[in-house]
């Protein structure tokens, strides 16, 4: 789909994903080529790519009440400092950190409960996630310090 870099320092990403887990692919490398070229930490493209993969796998598998073909947009960009992202899809409403079961983090891992670990794991990753719904668009915001 579309993949477009702005910007004399590429300090923007700006993709479009088919609804589709095999996309998350193609992202995780767009990620780590925008954090090398951005000479940003190395650590980020793991922390970034940890955080599309959980979100983007829920909307994928659980967002969508039709086999229509959807998109979700992946925005990143520096300023030097911090590392934003933006997650945007038309998938049903849905505020991950505040509709999202709390995970069990005290029973053993066969005896959990499936659900919650992964936007726990967002929270702990990240500095900032925020939610927001926009119309008919869910926005998932991110952000990490790094500087």
């Known amino acids: 789909m579309d993949e477009r ?15 589709d887990l ?7 490398e767009a990620v780590e080529d925008f954090i ?6 190395p650590d ?19 967002g969508y009440g039709d086999a229509a073909p959807h998109e979700i947009r992946v925005r990143m960009e520096t300023d030097g400092v911090e590392l934003r992202a933006e997650v945007e899809d038309d998938a ?3 505020d991950p950190f505040a509709d999202a079961p709390p995970p069990d983090l ?8 499936v659900g919650g670990l992964g936007v726990f794991l967002v929270k702990k ?3 900032h996630a925020s939610y927001r719904r926009e119309g008919d ?3 998932v915001r991110l952000a990490k310090s790094f500087g």
């Open 44 to 62: 980020l493209a793991f922390k970034f790519n940890l955080c599309f993969d959980e979100l983007i796998t829920n909307t994928v598998s659980y």
């Open 36 to 41: 090398e070229r951005n000479r940003l930490p």
């Open 5 to 19: 870099i702005d910007g004399a320092a590429a300090s923007r990403l700006d993709m479009v994903l088919r609804n």
């Open 137 to 139: 668009r869910n926005l």
């Open 22 to 28: 095999s996309e998350l692919g193609r992202l995780a």
């Open 106 to 113: 005290t029973s053993d891992v066969d005896d959990r409960r």
């Open 92 to 94: 049903t409403a849905f």
């Open 125 to 127: 990753t990240m500095d």
